[in-house]
């Protein structure tokens, strides 16, 4: 049985896949480039860059599943999946525990200005202390924008920093009810903090509408989805003064360009979607991949976390 990889997975996955099924790896994320056996292929397995859509899915007569090795499934098309009866294997909350602290990190980063601090040292200004401008992360008020397991870790960790935390969700009201509740306590918050995914509905979310109902000087962090934020207004922000910091491991285009000027304001700091790529966590999501991709092509359970149903 053929799986066909359009980005790699951790060794010892990679390794597991290898020993029972045929690999056939893309020599980039956009397989429909490249002259591949995609007749022979019952599996496709790709992380964040690889598209699988339904152009791949019908040059692949004998797909049996299709699989994201992560959370988000925005790069993948779930509707024709569903439609030709693919199964859609992810692995949620497997990566909760890094991206929540990789969330912090950049909060901490922000009001602490950690990096900018050793960069002066770096640079043999050790006066940069007469100047510093940091603050305690005590007492200030964040919104947590998306209750699902990663949200409600950061929520957890900013509780221990003694910080005021407003939980700010779709509850039953769906995404109306969200925006309505973060349009009503956005004056009151010093940062906001993005856990969602990216839908048509949640596309540039955080617009200059949101950013003027907000604090001036608020912090913006984002650890989700690039689309979430509309990265020109986001950069209006810093320059005026209305947003002091943002915050981000992901970009609406990824790889973002060199001379992207949000990148290079000095008052923002992005990282390359790498929050969930601690070791033990970038393994474990790997071989839950590969163990639930290979139980589907064996005819075996896969295990029910693993299956995407459809559900929100």
Known sequence: MSVLMLETLDQSAMDKLDRLHDLVMSPDPNARNHDLPFNDVEAIVTRGLGHIDAQLMAACPKLKVIARAGAGLNNLDL??????????????????????EHTLMLILNCFRQGPRASREVKRGNWNYRDTYEGDD?????????GSGNIGRRVADLCRAFSMNVTMISREDGGHDHLIKQLSSVASSLDLISLHLPLTDE????????????CKKGVVLINTSRGGLIDEDKILDGLNSGAISFYAADVMAEQPPKKTNPLIAHENCAVTPHMASLTKETWAETSNFIADNVSAILQSKQPAPLSIYSGAA
Request: glycine share 10%; net charge positive; proline share 2%.
């Open 79 to 100: 509707d024709t999946a569903k439609a030709k009866g693919i199964e859609v294997v992810f692995a949620p909350g497997l990566n909760a525990a890094a991206v929540a």
């Open 137 to 145: 992360l005590r007492g200030k008020s964040v919104g947590i924008v």
């Open 202 to 213: 949640t596309d540039r979310m955080i617009n200059a509408d949101i950013i003027r109902l």
